[in-house]
């Protein structure tokens, strides 16, 4: 009778630790989680900056390249600065991009590290896979912008000066934020398929989802491509067109590693 009232005033406190309720635990995974994430920013950042000192060097090539699209359909503009410092501002500006591209393989294995605790220990292993297709759908899609889009879209802008007999004198560091910020959007963009994988395996998007919804998710692309691309057909199709692709890719994935509801995964 007298080791009743022990066992039971040890069973909250068991029973507490086993269910992790403990408010100090929690706060102490928490910690370490924002710990964990400080380190792969930190490593990434140094990363970046690593890169963009070497494509500093070569920064007047990245320069030319990137202002090519608009030298091939502007005929007769040119380019200006207007500050004193801004053409050594341009070119850490240009070699900062760069160095962003040169990195963006190390900079998604740091991404891989920091979601890798909350996966299961047979899709841990995908490291090389998410490596591999993450970097290539972010540099296709810049790539994509830069061959594909960057000319239609200039050569819109080119002929709406030539219908106001205006010879356009462009600042450079307008021209090359109207650039990066759509490099950026076609690169993210094309990290849709990467992220359906996740979604799908934490069961936030299914399959079934995405195919119920597709007439909207049109609709929301063709929105999308109206408003970051010039009011031409030929270019929002040209955006649109690769976005439900993409969308077809998606659901693809989703099928194929979505969670079954009530079963467990298996480890290897």
Not at 147 to 163: G, T
Not at 185 to 203: D, H, I, K, Q
Not at 245 to 264: A, D, N, R, S
């Amino acid at each position: 009778m007298s080791s009743q009232p022990k066992l039971s005033s040890e069973t909250p406190d068991s029973s507490d630790e086993s269910s992790g309720q403990n408010p100090e635990l929690k706060e102490m995974a928490f910690l370490e989680h924002l710990s964990e994430l400080r380190t792969c920013l930190i490593r990434t950042a140094i990363a970046i900056f690593a890169c963009s000192v070497v494509c500093l060097i070569g920064s007047e090539i990245l320069f030319e390249a990137l202002t090519a699209p608009l030298k091939n359909s502007f005929s007769g503009a040119s380019l200006i600065g207007t500050g004193p410092a801004e053409a050594f501002i341009v070119k850490l500006k240009v070699a900062f991009v760069a160095g962003i591209l040169l990195s963006s393989p190390y900079s998604f294995y740091q991404l891989w590290q920091f979601i890798k605790p909350g996966l299961h220990e047979h899709e841990q292993k995908f490291a090389i896979p998410f490596v591999f297709a993450s970097t290539l759908f972010f540099l296709t899609g810049v790539a994509f912008c830069y061959f594909a889009i960057l000319p239609f879209a200039f050569q819109f802008f080119s002929s709406e000066f030539a219908s106001l007999s205006i010879t356009p004198t462009i600042k450079i560091g307008e021209y090359l934020s109207f650039v990066v910020k759509l490099l950026a959007v076609f690169g993210l963009s094309f990290e849709m398929p990467v992220l359906c994988f996740f979604l799908a395996r934490l069961n936030i998007v299914t399959s079934e989802f995405l195919i119920k919804n597709f007439r909207y998710a049109v609709l929301i692309i063709l929105i999308v491509a109206a408003i970051l691309t010039p009011p031409d057909v030929d270019t929002q199709l040209l955006l649109s067109a690769p976005l439900l692709v993409l969308y077809g890719l998606c659901i693809i994935i989703c099928k194929k590693y979505e969670k079954t509801p009530g079963v467990t995964p298996q480890s290897n």
